[in-house]
């Protein structure tokens, strides 16, 4: 944004700068877009490699799907593949969601995530 509203007041206002301002312009924009390159460089990378992380938990999950659901069972007749029990599946959905609410219980009640305002008072 400051390298775009430079430009435009540099052709605009090109009248009312002197001579300091525009020997130093040049260099300036030429700093603000090397910055600028590097910072997408890193968020493009930073994107990258959640896009690789994101595979690769899908390819896990596929993973053991194949492993639990195909691989195990395969073998055995049709009425004797195991499924999981109501009460199991409500167990796991329990503790999942247990694991949840705990989490979210310390989080917004202990500075966890944030700077405690008593620590920044004494420091």
Not at 4 to 16: C, D, N, Q, R
Not at 44 to 63: D, E, P, Q, R, S
Not at 77 to 85: I, W
């Amino acid at each position: 944004m400051v390298i775009f509203e430079g430009t435009l007041s540099h052709k605009a206002f090109l009248h009312k700068m002197d001579g300091t301002h525009l020997q130093e312009s040049d260099g300036l924009v030429l700093g603000f877009g090397k910055a600028a390159a590097l910072v997408l460089a890193g968020y493009f990378t930073i994107k990258v490699v959640g896009i690789t992380a994101a595979w690769t938990v899908a390819g896990i999950v596929l993973n053991r799907l194949n492993v639990s659901v195909i691989a195990f069972n395969y073998h055995l007749p049709l009425t004797e593949r195991y499924f999981p029990h109501w009460m199991e599946i409500g167990i796991s959905v329990f503790m999942v969601t247990m694991l949840i609410l705990v989490y979210r219980f310390i989080v917004t009640r202990m500075p966890i995530l944030y700077e405690h305002p008593d620590y920044k008072a004494n420091h």
